[in-house]
């Protein structure tokens, strides 16, 4: 979080349309942090979206088919089969970007962006600035108190009240 996925997705997303590209932009129905309808970037960039559940592949696939450029926002929380519906998208002509965390709170990959990656033609790992230490931050830590927690349930929606970035000597794992 924090290393600027969202608003680089939004920018992708305005460049197409002035370059007269039919876009359309997915986002999951559990991310309703900053708007029901639209993808917004913790610094208030935003863009309408189709909101979809996160097993309901079959909209992505024939919503996308229409457009030029498909986004998808936050694809970790989507269903692992949205990766054959993305593929299918790309391998048609369509350009596919997608925005996602990489691991949990925990420092668990995400399958679903993890096979992302994996079938991606290009990938940009972004980096947030720890808020520990100041270096880059690839990891994120669930707080409360401003105490990193290390258990619960895999996904929780939040934002700068509920997660911090850290980098690799500032994220604290759970003792096994």
């Not at 969202?6 to 370059?19: C, D």
């Not at 639209?38 to 189709?50: C, M, P, Q, W, Y």
């Not at 679903?112 to 720890?130: G, P, R, S």
Request: hydrophobic share 40%; glycine share 6%; aromatic share 6%.
């Amino acid at each position: 979080m924090f290393s600027s996925k969202s608003t680089g997705l939004i920018e992708h997303l305005r460049r197409a349309k002035i370059a007269r590209k039919s876009v359309i932009l997915f986002k999951p129905e559990v991310d309703d942090r900053y708007s029901d309808t639209a993808v917004v970037s913790h610094n208030g960039d935003k863009l309408e979206a189709v909101v979809v559940a996160s097993s309901d592949i079959t909209t992505i696939l024939c919503r996308g088919a229409e457009y030029e450029v498909v986004g998808v926002d936050e694809v970790q929380f989507f269903d692992p089969s949205i990766i054959t519906a993305l593929n299918s998208l790309a391998s048609g002509g369509k350009e596919v970007i997608v925005a996602g965390l990489n691991a949990d709170f925990m420092g668990a990959p995400f399958e679903t962006t993890a096979q992302a990656i994996h079938y991606a033609d290009k990938v940009e790992k972004l980096a947030a600035v720890c808020a520990l230490c100041g270096h880059d931050a690839v990891w994120t830590q669930l707080v409360r108190d401003s105490i990193a927690v290390t258990d619960g349930d895999r996904v929780q929606v939040g934002g700068a009240d509920t997660y911090e970035p850290r980098c690799r000597a500032c994220f604290v794992r759970k003792e096994s």
